[in-house]
């Protein structure tokens, strides 16, 4: 599969946009007409919603057309579906507000996080299984949940099913959490434990007796004080990593003023 690129006129991104227009088409369904045929168009947004998020990823693996853009709207598109759902149903009666509350809890703790990583150089964590699991968990509850009050007895039959859904789908959505959590720590832990040995290799002073960086002796491909050149520093200090822990590639090095050597 080839790495992932700079396209945005993809297939699965398309899917993508086409289900956040789609978040206050369903918001609208739900709490203003609040009538059976409104339920029904809802459901099958809700419907729309999930089919598309995984049929998304397959075409994306099979075609190669993973973005950039892509990792950011796909699981966009499922918080936002998922916090629409919750509001509507909420505001309906139909779930309890502490369920939206954790569920959101959740989410604004990943949130937080990020400029934590990105202190240390690292982009937003990939989406692991279990969260994907969580999700579609949620979005099978949220459609049987809205069906609960009609039909009698299979309305009764769907209250249950959904809750069961709803609530496994809440544990495995902190679980996957906790996931992001301890992948995150792990990553944070090896940059630190990383950095004093960085710092002493590019303090400790050339020694005289095997040459410096002014020497013609000197060892090819040294930095103009003597020390071997890193990887850049994205601001903060840190080398600009991937979240497997590795330096980001950024190609030769240029000079951007006398005597000073940067990475472009």
Same mark, same amino acid.
């Given at each position: 599969?080839?790495?992932? +690129?700079?396209?945005?006129?993809?297939?699965?991104?398309?899917?993508?946009?086409?289900?956040?227009?789609?978040?206050?088409?369903?918001?609208?369904? *739900?709490?203003?007409?609040?009538?059976?045929?409104?339920?029904?168009?809802?459901?099958? @947004?809700?419907?729309?919603? =999930? *089919?598309?998020?995984?049929?998304?990823? !397959?075409?994306?693996?099979?075609?190669?057309?993973?973005? %950039?853009?892509?990792?950011?709207?796909?699981?966009?598109?499922? %918080?936002?579906?998922?916090?629409?759902?919750?509001?509507?149903?909420?505001?309906?009666? *139909?779930?309890?507000?502490?369920?939206?509350?954790?569920?959101?809890?959740?989410?604004?703790?990943?949130?937080?996080?990020?400029?934590?990583?990105?202190?240390?150089?690292?982009?937003?964590?990939?989406?692991?299984?279990?969260? !994907?699991?969580?999700?579609?968990?949620?979005?099978?509850?949220?459609?049987?949940?809205?069906?609960?009050?009609?039909?009698?007895?299979? +309305?009764?039959?769907?209250?249950?099913? +959904?809750? #069961?859904? #709803?609530?496994?789908?809440?544990?495995?959505?902190?679980?996957? =959490?906790? @996931?992001?959590?301890?992948?995150?720590?792990?990553?944070? #832990?090896?940059?630190?434990?990383?950095?004093?040995?960085?710092?002493?290799?590019?303090?400790?002073?050339?020694?005289?007796?095997?040459?410096?960086?002014?020497?013609?002796?000197?060892?090819?491909?040294?930095?103009?004080? =003597?020390?071997?050149?890193?990887?850049?520093?994205?601001?903060? =200090?840190?080398?600009? %990593?991937?979240?497997?822990?590795?330096?980001?590639?950024? +190609?030769?090095?240029?000079?951007?003023?006398?005597?000073?050597?940067?990475?472009?």
């Amino acid at each position: 599969m080839d790495p992932v +690129g700079d396209r945005i006129w993809t297939i699965p991104n398309l899917l993508s946009i086409l289900r956040l227009i789609g978040v206050p088409v369903f918001l609208y369904l *739900v709490l203003v007409p609040q009538a059976d045929w409104a339920d029904w168009w809802a459901l099958g @947004l809700l419907a729309f919603a =999930g *089919v598309s998020d995984w049929l998304d990823g !397959k075409i994306a693996r099979a075609f190669n057309q993973a973005s %950039r853009l892509g990792v950011i709207l796909d699981p966009l598109a499922d %918080r936002l579906y998922i916090f629409a759902a919750l509001l509507g149903l909420m505001v309906r009666g *139909v779930v309890p507000w502490w369920l939206m509350a954790i569920l959101v809890l959740r989410d604004v703790l990943v949130v937080v996080a990020l400029p934590i990583l990105r202190h240390y150089g690292y982009g937003p964590l990939p989406v692991n299984f279990a969260g !994907k699991a969580a999700t579609l968990c949620l979005l099978y509850s949220f459609p049987l949940l809205l069906i609960a009050g009609h039909w009698g007895v299979v +309305g009764d039959v769907a209250q249950i099913v +959904g809750w #069961a859904f #709803a609530i496994w789908g809440t544990a495995i959505y902190w679980w996957a =959490g906790l @996931l992001y959590a301890v992948q995150g720590l792990r990553l944070i #832990a090896q940059t630190r434990q990383a950095e004093p040995h960085d710092l002493d290799t590019r303090r400790t002073p050339p020694d005289p007796a095997h040459g410096s960086a002014a020497d013609p002796a000197a060892p090819a491909g040294g930095a103009a004080d =003597g020390t071997a050149a890193g990887p850049t520093s994205n601001g903060a =200090g840190h080398a600009e %990593r991937d979240p497997t822990g590795h330096a980001a590639d950024c +190609g030769p090095p240029t000079s951007d003023r006398k005597g000073a050597t940067t990475q472009p």
